[in-house]
């Protein structure tokens, strides 16, 4: 039976003045961090807020008030049956039972993973994508409200798809960008996000699951490295609120990812990693990026599967009230979509069995739970618990309201020109602002000619660069490309494009760190061997070198 309470989203506005979540954040023993936490009984689902700090009205993109009354009476017109399903992004196995998923059990959307993308076989991949897409918000019916058509789509080894779309560097560019030309830098991140978002939301897509809000540990860092813009928590920040912008212009529900920070050295897709901050930490390293994130009135934040030591041992944050409902939406003020990550994850199947990992998500405080590893069972155990009360309904419908709320606004939003592959220009200025001279003789030689060597797929790119410059292939300066996970070479100039680690282990006068591998960033590597550009990004990691000496 529904609960005559207000919704949620009607009660309350994020905070989205930097001077509130810094008093949120600093102020000794008021908030989550420094030790206060909601006692047993406040912690309860659906318990009543008491601690939420000073709301301010949203600014920047996000639901109008009329978009959010609308998107609250939507939800709160929803069976029970549906309102299960509106809790879910699905796990796509196939389009039909995708389709039916959405058609026949209301689920909010579907994630298609990148093997599926790849299976398209015809000469024509991108035309299937959008077709299929367009099929899931048929499916959806007179809900009233766009299905949540989401992508992995961060840049780098992290983009489901590429040709003809345009690809964009790893989010590692942008910190170099931000780290070497300020402002200008950020900037170009930006116009990076919205030409990114442009194309995809041309394909269908609502939503994008980026940017990475994670602070890399270096070397060791075993499923983040180059995805994070990284290892200074605020140029993160400043990147992750670079890339929100350019997302949010383009229309796209963008969601920063792995709240609160997945800066550990082990993979999560494997088993549940340790985070060993204490709460000093945390304030100050670790959260650096999300609360830039709240403050940026980013439209999503997913929750990452990590035992926050600190916080509540043994119990994956992305499962943890006293994370999520407490930590991030009463302290940190955030009422945008909170987003669990993938729900058929290592670090929660083996804790968590059947449907027991979706319900205890929702019931820590997701809005939306991602990818359970069984549909059905998800759905099934999602319903028995808003029926028995374990999930509160009066708690359910606002998240739905939310998830509601914002897919109005992105399909009121103007959208942008999204011609597939016409940004290659906004990839290619990413890569130029973010390149990094790491190492140079003096004087600094004139390339003329070069014999490029390495990663397949880099030299594929490098080759057509360089054939568009005039630049002469096979004799000349030895140029190697060190593509992901290669921990040296050997040459005239070597050059990174991925993490810069293996350049301190590599043997060549000239050094140069890339961050990409694709042909936009490869015209920008053979402008700047050719001398028509020049590189000026700085390291966002220690790679162990110092800064080459001046001519």
Same mark, same amino acid.
């Given at each position: 039976? @529904?609960?005559?309470?207000?919704?949620?989203?009607?009660?309350?506005?994020?905070?989205?003045?930097?001077?509130?979540?810094?008093?949120?954040?600093?102020?000794?023993?008021?908030?989550?961090?420094?030790?206060?936490?909601?006692? $047993?009984?406040?912690?309860?689902?659906?318990? %009543?807020?008491?601690?939420?700090?000073?709301?301010?009205?949203?600014?920047?993109?996000?639901?109008?008030?009329?978009?959010?009354?609308?998107?609250?009476?939507?939800?709160?017109?929803?069976?029970?049956?549906?309102?299960?399903?509106?809790?879910?992004?699905?796990?796509?196995?196939?389009? /039909?039972?995708?389709?039916?998923?959405?058609?026949?059990?209301?689920?909010?959307?579907?994630?298609?993973?990148?093997?599926?993308?790849?299976?398209?076989?015809?000469?024509?991949?991108?035309? @299937?994508?959008?077709?299929?897409?367009?099929?899931?918000?048929?499916?959806?019916?007179?809900?009233?409200?766009?299905?949540?058509?989401?992508?992995?789509?961060?840049?780098?080894?992290?983009?489901?798809?590429?040709?003809?779309?345009?690809?964009?560097?790893?989010?590692?560019?942008?910190?170099?960008?931000?780290?070497?030309?300020?402002?200008?830098?950020?900037?170009?991140?930006?116009?990076?996000?919205?030409?990114?978002?442009?194309?995809?939301?041309?394909?269908?897509?609502?939503?994008?699951?980026?940017?990475?809000?994670?602070?890399?540990?270096?070397?060791?860092?075993?499923?983040?490295?180059?995805?994070?813009?990284?290892?200074?928590?605020?140029?993160?920040?400043?990147?992750?609120?670079?890339?929100?912008?350019?997302?949010?212009?383009?229309?796209?529900?963008?969601?920063?990812?792995?709240?609160?920070?997945?800066?550990?050295?082990?993979?999560?897709?494997?088993?549940?990693?340790?985070? /060993?901050?204490?709460?000093?930490?945390?304030?100050?390293?670790?959260?650096?990026?999300?609360?830039?994130?709240?403050?940026?009135?980013?439209?999503?934040?997913?929750?990452?599967?990590?035992?926050?030591?600190?916080? @509540?041992?043994?119990?994956?944050?992305?499962?943890?009230?006293?994370?999520?409902?407490?930590?991030?939406?009463?302290?940190?003020?955030?009422?945008?979509?909170?987003?669990?990550? &993938?729900?058929?994850?290592?670090?929660?199947?083996?804790?968590?069995?059947?449907?027991?990992?979706?319900?205890?998500?929702?019931?820590?405080?997701? $809005?939306?739970?991602?990818?359970?590893?069984?549909?059905?069972?998800?759905?099934?155990?999602?319903?028995?618990?808003?029926?028995?009360?374990?999930?509160?309904?009066?708690?359910?419908?606002?998240?739905?309201?939310?998830?509601?709320?914002?897919?109005?606004?992105?399909?009121? &939003?103007?959208?942008?020109?999204?011609?597939?592959?016409?940004?290659?220009?906004?990839? /290619?200025?990413?890569?130029?602002? =973010? %390149?990094?001279?790491?190492?140079?003789?003096?004087?600094?030689?004139?390339?003329?000619?070069?014999?490029?060597?390495?990663?397949?797929?880099?030299?594929?790119?490098?080759?057509?660069? %360089?054939? /568009?410059?005039?630049?002469?292939?096979?004799?000349?300066?030895?140029?190697?490309?060190?593509?992901?996970?290669?921990? =040296?070479?050997?040459?005239?100039?070597?050059?990174?494009?991925?993490?810069?680690?293996?350049?301190?282990? &590599?043997?060549?006068?000239?050094?140069?760190?890339?961050?990409?591998?694709?042909?936009?960033?490869?015209?920008?590597?053979?402008?700047?061997?050719?001398?028509?550009?020049?590189?000026?990004?700085?390291?966002?990691?220690?790679?162990?070198?110092?800064?080459? =000496?001046?001519?």
């Amino acid at each position: 039976m @529904e609960s005559p309470r207000t919704p949620l989203l009607r009660r309350r506005l994020p905070v989205l003045a930097a001077i509130v979540v810094g008093i949120a954040l600093i102020a000794g023993g008021a908030v989550w961090w420094t030790g206060q936490e909601s006692n $047993d009984a406040a912690a309860a689902p659906g318990a %009543a807020e008491t601690r939420s700090p000073a709301k301010k009205a949203p600014t920047g993109w996000g639901p109008t008030k009329a978009e959010r009354t609308q998107a609250a009476v939507l939800a709160d017109a929803l069976p029970l049956e549906d309102l299960a399903g509106q809790l879910i992004v699905a796990r796509s196995f196939s389009n /039909e039972s995708s389709l039916a998923l959405v058609r026949d059990k209301h689920f909010a959307g579907v994630m298609v993973t990148g093997q599926q993308i790849l299976d398209v076989t015809t000469d024509d991949p991108l035309t @299937e994508v959008k077709a299929f897409n367009q099929e899931l918000q048929e499916a959806g019916g007179d809900r009233g409200f766009p299905v949540m058509v989401p992508i992995d789509q961060e840049g780098g080894l992290v983009a489901r798809l590429t040709d003809p779309l345009t690809t964009f560097p790893t989010f590692m560019s942008a910190g170099a960008a931000i780290a070497g030309h300020g402002d200008t830098g950020a900037a170009t991140v930006t116009a990076a996000a919205q030409a990114s978002g442009a194309e995809l939301r041309a394909a269908g897509y609502n939503t994008v699951f980026a940017p990475d809000g994670d602070i890399t540990i270096g070397p060791a860092d075993p499923i983040i490295g180059s995805r994070s813009a990284g290892s200074d928590a605020q140029t993160v920040a400043k990147a992750v609120v670079a890339a929100v912008k350019g997302y949010s212009e383009a229309g796209m529900i963008s969601a920063v990812k792995h709240f609160p920070g997945h800066n550990v050295s082990t993979d999560s897709h494997k088993g549940l990693p340790r985070l /060993e901050s204490d709460k000093q930490r945390l304030r100050t390293h670790d959260l650096v990026p999300f609360e830039a994130a709240v403050t940026a009135a980013a439209p999503g934040i997913m929750t990452g599967h990590l035992d926050v030591r600190a916080i @509540e041992a043994g119990v994956p944050a992305s499962m943890s009230r006293k994370v999520i409902t407490t930590g991030l939406r009463e302290n940190l003020g955030y009422d945008g979509l909170v987003i669990s990550d &993938s729900l058929g994850m290592g670090a929660v199947m083996q804790r968590y069995p059947g449907g027991q990992a979706t319900v205890e998500a929702i019931k820590a405080g997701s $809005d939306l739970a991602l990818m359970p590893a069984d549909n059905e069972q998800a759905y099934d155990a999602v319903l028995k618990a808003l029926k028995s009360g374990e999930i509160p309904e009066q708690q359910a419908r606002d998240s739905a309201a939310r998830t509601i709320a914002y897919l109005l606004h992105s399909q009121a &939003s103007p959208q942008l020109p999204g011609e597939p592959g016409s940004h290659a220009k906004e990839s /290619e200025q990413l890569s130029l602002h =973010a %390149a990094t001279v790491v190492a140079h003789p003096c004087p600094v030689p004139k390339i003329t000619a070069v014999m490029p060597s390495g990663s397949a797929e880099a030299v594929a790119a490098f080759r057509v660069a %360089a054939q /568009e410059a005039g630049l002469p292939l096979g004799s000349g300066t030895s140029v190697a490309l060190l593509g992901p996970g290669v921990p =040296a070479a050997s040459a005239a100039v070597v050059v990174s494009t991925d993490t810069p680690y293996g350049l301190a282990r &590599s043997s060549a006068p000239t050094k140069v760190a890339l961050y990409g591998r694709d042909v936009p960033a490869m015209r920008a590597l053979v402008k700047i061997l050719m001398g028509k550009a020049r590189a000026q990004g700085k390291l966002p990691v220690d790679i162990g070198l110092p800064a080459p =000496a001046r001519c």
